[in-house]
């Protein structure tokens, strides 16, 4: 564009932006949001409405070839959260493409922009493009603040600004030589010093969720970054999230709106407009080992009042155990264990690492009821089904000797020689080989109740 000097332009103004743009606009009242570097402004080619009312002239901002201040424009919007200094640079994607910008603020209002703060005729304060007047830059930055090609404020650069939390700025960035191929820019300054966001970000588009489950080696996760504007997407990895570098590398084949991550990594989704504009988000996503319990011993107290498991793991320490719907505790010992097949599950802390254990506690029933309702119809130990050394001896109260049944059978059905038995107490003798070739002996007794 014509520039008088190099030229920095900040302009008050009163109003509510909009919450978001529906693309890329060279219209002010449609200003894009953003609280992040632009990785892509996307093509910047027509002047759109103009902003300026016909005005020949905003600061250091001249009319261009199309006689308005906008030649090929493009503006964004942003609000500070944080009070500091802030600058920015703007780099063309395309070497040699002359854009200048502006700053218009703080709480400017479409429409009525009028002239920059701090333009009082001289050359200070007033660098607004990357080519200017008797000067060659051979870098192509402009912006606010340093030019990170020289480590100084050169000529295509203004002061850092000094912004206040809460306060609202447009930028319009401005192509005066035709058609631009669009730039990249990247904010600085001490506002981002701090462990706080220095930009509202709930002005844009809040693409990737943050996972709600642990994520564990060998699984993946669905990262959904679909935008109802964009017409492709582009996906990028840091898989190096910890050397205090960026080194997003392009997925290959990644362009729709989901991508399926299997790696630790920080995942990034460009949602391009069909300008090539791209709101961006990113997530880091860890994946941890996985740390499988390996069980030591087991060991079981039946045919008791009080039947326990107690289970051992190896670094007993990273798990916590659960007795079938019981609740998560951080010993493998439980007391009063129902007879029968139990199950504890054993979890490591980390969320990454589980076992089912099958554990049958062998006992008794202490009652049955012989009824023909098909419910506790017969009685037997439990546990040993599977024990072909198991005898049972059933006597009634003088000590009469009643059944002799094997632990693989049915059970006894409550009679003797094929008279019903009374409602009673009953005792038992089970004699049976253990798996370690010991012979084990229990007693106890049970009721009848019909």
């Given amino acids: 564009m014509k520039i008088i000097a190099p030229c920095f332009l900040v302009v008050f103004f009163i109003g509510n932006f909009q919450i978001f743009s529906q693309s890329i606009s060279p219209d002010c009242i449609d200003a894009v949001p953003i609280c992040k570097d632009i990785l892509n402004s996307g093509v910047l080619n027509g002047a759109g409405t103009d902003d300026f009312n016909g005005a020949t002239q905003s600061g250091c901002l001249l009319q261009g070839q199309n006689d308005g201040i906008e030649s090929n424009a493009v503006w964004f919007r942003f609000r500070a959260t944080a009070t500091g200094q802030l600058g920015f640079n703007i780099l063309p994607n395309e070497a040699g493409q002359d854009l200048d910008f502006a700053v218009y603020g703080p709480n400017p209002v479409c429409g009525s922009l009028g002239n920059p703060v701090g333009n009082d ?16 830059n051979d870098n192509d930055y402009t912006g606010v603040g340093i030019n990170p090609a020289t480590g100084t404020q050169t000529v295509t650069y203004a002061p850092f600004m000094q912004v206040q939390e809460g306060e609202e700025y447009l930028l319009l ?14 904010f600085t300054g001490n506002v981002f010093s701090g462990s706080n ?5 709930s002005l844009v588009p809040n693409l990737l969720q943050e996972p709600e489950e642990v994520l564990c080696e060998g699984e993946t996760y669905i990262l959904d970054g679909t935008f109802e504007n964009a017409s492709t997407y582009r996906w990028s990895v840091d898989s190096t999230p910890d050397n205090g570098t960026d080194d997003f590398t392009v997925i290959a084949g990644a362009t729709g709106p989901t991508y399926e991550a299997a790696s630790n990594g920080i995942y990034r989704v460009e949602a391009i407009y069909p300008q090539g504009f791209s709101e961006y988000d990113e997530v880091e996503l860890e994946f941890l080992p996985v740390n499988t319990p390996v069980v030591t011993n087991i060991d079981l107290v039946e045919f008791s009042n009080n039947n326990t498991i107690d289970i051992s793991v190896e670094d007993a320490s990273e798990y916590q155990f659960q007795l079938n719907d019981g609740n998560f505790q951080e010993s493998g010992y439980f007391k009063n264990v129902p007879v029968g097949l139990n199950t504890v599950t054993i979890n490591h802390i980390s969320g990454c690492g589980t076992a089912e254990i099958p554990v049958m506690v062998s006992g008794y029933p202490k ?3 012989p009824n023909g309702d098909g419910i506790h119809d017969t009685w037997n130990v439990v546990g040993l089904e599977g024990n072909t050394t198991g005898r049972v001896f059933i006597f009634d109260r003088y000590g009469k000797l009643l059944k002799q049944l094997a632990t693989v059978a049915i059970g006894w059905d409550g009679t003797y020689n094929g008279k019903m038995m009374p409602s009673s107490d009953y005792w038992f003798r089970l004699e049976f080989t253990n798996a370690d070739n010991e012979l084990k002996i229990y007693k106890s007794n049970f009721t009848l109740k019909r």
Avoid at 173 to 186: A, H, I, K, M, R
């Fill in 173 to 186: 960035v401005n192509s005066y030589f035709g058609e631009s191929n669009g730039f990249q820019l990247e």
């Fill in 367 to 369: 009652f049955f009821t």
């Fill in 121 to 136: 005729g001289t050359l200070v304060d007033c660098g607004i493009s990357n080519i200017a007047i008797d000067f060659i």
């Fill in 197 to 201: 966001q220095a930009l509202d970000c």
